[in-house]
């Protein structure tokens, strides 16, 4: 009985171990980020801020979480963007809760205001507008799932927004509001996706041109909801590798370009 107990223990640290050694090599190389805090509508809300290596001023991008809240799993997103040349600020729209049951997430989705949270990303613009080391003209936001249709929100709300990345997000239909986008967008969904079915992102990215602007849309074969998160079954490897590789080069293109 013994034996078996320590041989458990043994098995358990080592799992412990694997999963450590794992998480900092995926963030081995990364920027450091750091909790900040600024003003909502009055209230104060915090945010995930990553300031790159180097001299400023830098493009940025607001980063929004999926459903589960601001995990590690999204700061870690936004210290690859960080990476890769841009301030990012990671948005907290829970207000500090996280969880990994999907019953619970999507509990705090339904209490989440829709006005509060795209209040809060506006919020988030105007703050990065205030660091020193921030191009304020050069803002743009990218989300996945909830973040991916708050993305596309911020977009109708925030005129002056320069770039827009959409990850298998709810798409905006009204075509009154999809007129006030100024900001070129880039959508990435999943062929196998229920909750947001082909034929709406066709219908969608049909509006879009027909108002006369910049859209582009990838769907993957094979790729379901959330196929870009590494941390879900739904992972889909070669789709999320080319959407990352696509989403830089957009950002190179609409954030750094003509500099």
Excluded at 39 to 54: A, C, K, T
Excluded at 143 to 148: D, E, L, P, Q
Excluded at 200 to 229: C, D, Q, W
Aim: glycine share 8%.
């Amino acid at each position: 009985m013994k034996k078996r107990a320590l041989f458990f223990a043994f098995m358990l640290s080592s799992v412990l171990l694997t999963v450590h050694v794992k998480g900092r090599a995926e963030t081995e190389g990364l920027p450091e980020g750091k909790t900040v805090s600024y003003s909502s509508d009055g209230e104060e809300v915090s945010g995930f801020l990553v300031v790159p290596e180097g001299k400023g001023p830098f493009p940025a991008i607001v980063v929004i979480h999926e459903w589960w809240g601001l995990n590690e799993q999204v700061k870690r997103k936004a210290r690859e963007l960080a990476k890769e040349g841009y301030v990012t600020l990671a948005v907290d729209l829970y207000r500090g809760k996280v969880t990994d049951d999907p019953e619970e997430a999507h509990e705090l989705l339904r209490g989440l205001p829709e006005d509060r949270a795209v209040r809060d990303l506006l919020s988030a613009v105007s703050y990065l507008k205030t660091l020193p080391n921030v191009k304020k003209d050069r803002i743009g936001s990218i989300g996945w799932c909830m973040g991916g249709g708050f993305s596309l929100s911020l977009a109708v709300n925030s005129p002056e927004l320069a770039a827009c990345v959409v990850y298998y997000g709810r798409l905006i239909t009204d075509r009154e509001q999809l007129k006030r986008i100024k900001a070129p967008i880039l959508g990435f969904f999943g062929e196998e996706d229920r909750g947001i079915p082909v034929s709406s992102v066709r219908a969608f990215e049909k509006t879009m041109k027909e108002l006369g602007k910049e859209v582009t849309v990838y769907i993957y074969p094979n790729a379901g909801h959330a196929f870009a998160n590494e941390e879900r079954p739904s992972y889909n490897p070669e789709a999320a590798k080319d959407a990352w590789a696509k989403t830089l080069s957009f950002f190179e293109k609409t954030l750094k370009g003509a500099e």
